[in-house]
């Protein structure tokens, strides 16, 4: 399994990112993506997860009315649109899976069996 984030930036608050994770390795349609992400000093954190590119997408409510997440089928791709950024986003953002097989939704930065090296953002105010 391979993740491979990128897009990351220093970005002034207000501003607006997309991240991208790029996949291969495994069957994306049978997993849930999603980014979790570690602030400096702070605990690995979730973000966002997708089961599919309609209702199926849940946010933390830090970022929630502000993130997008989304998925590319044909390019086994995840995305992660960020807008009215704040001096708080300032993270290094993983992108991760885990299988649908499971049965319940992952909210939990240990639910996900695969994430990668990380894309680092930084939001200055």
């Known amino acids: 399994v391979q993740l491979v984030e990128s897009g990351g930036d220093l970005v002034q608050a207000g501003g607006s990112l997309t991240l991208s994770c790029t996949t291969s390795?495994?069957?994306?349609?049978?997993?849930?993506v999603a980014w979790l992400r570690q602030a400096p000093g702070k605990e690995l954190e979730w973000v966002s997860n997708?089961?599919?590119?309609?209702?199926?997408?849940y946010y933390a409510d830090s970022v929630k009315g502000r993130f997008t997440i989304s998925r590319d089928y044909d390019k086994k791709m995840i995305y992660l649109q960020m807008s009215d950024l704040t001096s708080d986003d300032t993270a290094l953002y993983f992108c991760?899976?885990?299988?649908?097989?499971?049965?319940?939704?992952?909210?939990?930065?240990?639910?996900?069996?695969?994430r990668g090296q990380g894309t680092k953002v930084t939001v200055s105010s």
């Open positions: 991760a899976v885990a299988p649908i097989s499971r049965g319940r939704v992952p909210r939990r930065p240990t639910d996900f069996d695969f």
């Open positions: 390795g495994f069957t994306f349609n049978a997993h849930y």
């Open positions: 997708c089961y599919d590119n309609t209702r199926n997408r």
